[in-house]
């Protein structure tokens, strides 16, 4: 049996091996202690946190493109339909109040009637504050004004000169295109922008054909009163007294002897001038039986900030009757406006 021997290497580890006898010297060798090779042991990737943190990350890069999304594109949408919707029944509530004037001069009566005016869009909760309006009313103002004028031959048979009163409903919208609404004369008009408008609720004029001869039937009424402007956010209640009975005058010529002139001095001459076009044509009457000025669309300056107001009138002739309705209104702040 072979004699087996410890060597101690230069790193101190001992091994054995099989060594020649004859080569060594018979001697006892030292203890040797093993080396102990220490392994650490790697600790293994956390797959789940992981999971969680990028889920988290997608979760909210997808909510802030959705809001994003929602105040670029869904709000915009929200508020315009909101405004829209607003300019109808404001529409509808100045056409309520324009016809509680002619109940009023028509009936005599009721002596007061009041009118409830939304000045407020709905808004987008959290997102958009409503379009508030500005309701403001001007009883005089330099230029603005409206005249009848009846003559038989070259005789002047009525004349009536009245201050053109004006109740305006200023709607700033931010999303749709904004507008202002404008009572004059028992007219309603609209106006888009700063350019020219038109009258969306003709004013208290009838011409037509009896069958044997022409007829004009009108209400001049005058709105007076102090001068006022409320906003919003919610309403106003405008109180209309009738401030005495109205005044009726007629004329039958029997035939064709008869001539009227209505002029109307205002800022929105454009408005008024298409209008009066309208009147005339829509009735049939030829075109050698009435005249307007200026002469042509072309010649009206429409409303531009600054501008004067302009005058413009349709005459008409070889009328058979007239009856003309004179009456004051006088406008002002109700109570309960919300």
Request: charged content about 10%; proline content about 7%.
């Amino acid at each position: 049996m072979p004699a087996h021997v410890f060597i101690i290497g230069e790193t101190g580890e001992c091994c054995p091996g099989d060594v020649d006898l004859r080569a060594a010297p018979m001697t006892v060798p030292p203890p040797c202690r093993l080396a102990r090779r220490r392994f650490r042991r790697r600790r293994g990737w956390n797959s789940r946190g992981v999971s969680v943190i990028l889920g988290a990350l997608l979760v909210f890069v997808m909510v802030v493109a959705v809001f994003g999304l929602v105040v670029t594109k869904g709000v915009p949408a929200w508020m315009e339909q909101n405004e829209a919707s607003y300019s109808q029944s404001a529409e509808a509530a100045l056409n309520a109040l324009a016809s509680n004037w002619e109940t009023q001069i028509l009936h005599g009566g009721p002596v007061v009637l009041s009118t409830s005016v939304p000045l407020a869009s709905a808004g987008v909760p959290l997102l958009a504050a409503p379009t508030v309006a500005t309701l403001s009313f001007s009883p005089r103002s330099v230029g603005l004004f409206e005249s009848l004028t009846v003559r038989q031959g070259g005789s002047t048979l009525y004349r009536a000169n009245l201050t053109l009163g004006t109740l305006t409903l200023s709607v700033p919208n931010r999303f749709a295109t904004p507008e202002t609404f404008r009572i004059q004369g028992g007219a309603l008009l609209q106006l888009p922008g700063s350019g020219g408008g038109s009258i969306v609720t003709d004013p208290p004029i009838s011409l037509f054909s009896n069958g044997s001869a022409w007829v004009l039937d009108a209400t001049w009424m005058g709105i007076v009163g102090s001068p006022f402007s409320v906003s919003g956010p919610s309403s106003a209640v405008l109180a209309s007294t009738l401030a005495q009975p109205a005044t009726a005058w007629s004329r039958s010529n029997g035939s064709d002897g008869l001539s009227v002139t209505l002029t109307i001095g205002s800022f929105d001459a454009c408005s008024w001038y298409h209008y009066l076009t309208g009147v005339p044509v829509e009735a049939g009457l030829g075109s050698a039986d009435y005249r307007l000025t200026p002469s042509s669309a072309g010649l009206v300056a429409c409303r531009s900030p600054g501008a004067a107001p302009q005058m413009v009138s349709l005459e008409l002739t070889h009328l058979g009757s007239v009856g003309l309705t004179n009456a004051t209104i006088d406008l002002g702040p109700g109570s309960g406006g919300g």
